[in-house]
């Protein structure tokens, strides 16, 4: 390059230019810059540098707004964690999709309970009570070998099921309801299923999910608070209340007790402390947090820092708690897909045929034989079996696969519900796969149930004195899911705070695109 080339180009990067980068602030913009000598070789040489000096402002500027975009997503992301819990219809469909399981299995057995966890079962408790030693699990049935004390558990076994389906304070149904499956399934570990794994893994992770927001009696109640305060508050005068803002006694009350049972149980040497304290430390980190959780409620007129501070904590651990369900569930299928492939009959198609012939998996020995008596059907089950359950992991990230391949799967637990005779294991299946229903068709379920309320059919009659609407037709309209067209907390427990605002029509999905 030249003297006088250089000399152009060093003129051009040393003039400054204007806030937008492109103009200049002094000189002819448009016109040649001169070398001095007047040179035309310098004219283009110059304008090329004129350019270089425009992109450089504006590659800076571009890399701004790529890191500013970047920082708002990742702002978005932590305000939706942190500030709300996501899925709720999902949790409370597989709150009550395991709850009711639960509760129909203990009704179904209720004449073969004592052969199944009954103190002089097959499985006898001197055996449990070695066996309970040697694996520090939780079992309130080896507090005593009395047929009294089992009687005790097994009822409130059902009473907690029923209660943590309704969604009746549900953050201590959920801890009373993962009672019940630990104490009446770690007595007898041999005596369950597939579908009784589900249930037990299901029990814990549900504790630490927010899952009475919608479709709950919590969600009715805060509802029914929310409205009394409004009118208590509209022109400054109190209104007629009907009972929904009066102080939350039942939830101190159940607390009190609650503490007190559990210092009695931890007293007497009940519960094992395992490592770090075991269950002693869950369950009485569970009390002190409600402890809390009322406090802050309670004090909420002086500050709502404390309260927002355990509503963050509340959301994060209920979100985290949601993708252990979500990851459980893949991993289940992932793994029986993945043995399967390993297995001769699944890889020669055959591997379907000789469930439906064994007495014990055949209620309907002619239904199975129909079934059976194709080859092509045979074939076509055990290969989609296997093609489902490996690719269901795969399909999450594309609605419309995963929807497809959901329903499919549903369908088929369905089908093994009968032929086969598991009902349970199904139905637990099914509800661990409700995690992923799309957010937009709970909702349409719940509407559809709302309009089925409505029929003559499901209309309970009223009776005499017991009110203008009767003591049955006020608890027909409490069954969840019926009226709930927005979220309330999970409620619950002493004093459950400020009730939140109606959801928003498009709510978020949980965790995929759904």
């Not at 003297?3 to 204007?18: C, F, I, K, R, Y």
């Not at 209920?318 to 979500?326: F, G, Q, S, Y």
Request: hydrophobic content about 45%; glycine content about 10%.
């Amino acid at each position: 390059m030249s003297n006088h080339e250089s000399t152009s180009v060093s003129d051009q990067d040393s003039t400054p230019l204007s806030d937008d980068g492109d103009t200049p602030v002094s000189g002819r913009a448009d016109s040649p810059v001169s070398d001095g000598a007047g040179t035309p070789e310098s004219a283009p040489q110059s304008r090329s540098a004129r350019s270089a000096g425009r992109e450089r402002p504006a590659g800076r500027i571009s890399r701004f707004d790529r890191e500013h975009r970047l920082d708002r997503k990742l702002g978005y992301a932590i305000s939706r964690l942190t500030g709300q819990a996501l899925g709720p219809y999902q949790t409370a469909v597989i709150r009550i999709g395991f709850a009711g399981t639960w509760l129909l299995f203990l009704v179904r057995e209720f004449p073969h309970r004592q052969e199944m966890y009954g103190p002089y079962g097959p499985w006898s408790w001197d055996l449990a009570q070695q066996l309970i030693a040697s694996n520090h699990a939780f079992t309130a049935l080896m507090w005593a070998d009395s047929q009294v004390w089992f009687e005790i558990v097994f009822g409130f076994a059902v009473l907690s099921a029923a209660l943590f389906m309704l969604g009746w304070r549900t953050r201590t149904m959920s801890v009373l309801f993962l009672l019940g499956v630990l104490s009446l399934q770690n007595r007898s570990i041999f005596m369950g299923d597939g579908g009784d794994n589900v249930i037990h893994l299901m029990a814990i992770y549900l504790v630490f999910t927010r899952c009475g927001q919608v479709w709950s009696l919590d969600a009715r109640r805060e509802r029914r608070t929310a409205a009394a305060r409004a009118r208590e508050g509209h022109e400054g005068h109190p209104q007629p209340d009907p009972g929904g803002s009066r102080p939350d006694r039942a939830g101190v009350a159940l607390w009190a007790v609650l503490g007190l049972a559990l210092a009695a149980v931890t007293l007497a040497g009940k519960i094992d402390g395992g490592v770090l304290g075991g269950w002693r430390t869950i369950y009485w980190g569970l009390w002190a947090f409600q402890a809390l959780w009322w406090l802050a409620g309670r004090y909420a007129a002086r500050s709502d820092q404390p309260r927002i501070f355990l509503d963050v904590v509340a959301n994060l651990v209920h979100n985290a708690a949601l993708l252990v369900i979500m990851a459980e569930a893949c991993l289940i299928y992932a793994t029986a897909g993945w043995y399967k492939i390993q297995g001769s009959r699944w890889q020669d198609g055959t591997a379907a045929y000789y469930p439906l012939h064994l007495d014990y998996f055949s209620p309907w020995p002619a239904l199975s034989d129909l079934l059976s008596a194709s080859g092509t059907m045979v074939m076509l089950v055990t290969y989609g079996t296997v093609v489902a359950q490996v690719a269901f992991p795969f399909t999450l990230f594309n609605r419309r696969v995963k929807n497809v391949l959901l329903a499919a799967m549903m369908t088929e637990h369905a089908v093994i519900a009968v032929v086969l005779g598991l009902p349970f294991f199904s139905l637990a299946m099914i509800a661990a796969d409700a995690v992923f229903l799309p957010t937009s068709f709970l909702r349409r379920l719940g509407g559809w149930a709302t309009r089925a309320r409505e029929w003559p059919l499901f209309r309970l009659p009223r009776l005499g004195r017991l009110g203008h609407a009767g003591r049955f037709g006020r608890f027909g309209r409490t069954l969840p899911g019926l009226r709930e067209k927005s979220g309330g907390g999970s409620g619950g427990e002493p004093g459950e705070g400020a009730p939140r605002p109606p959801e928003a029509a498009d709510h978020p999905h949980v965790g995929f695109t759904a």
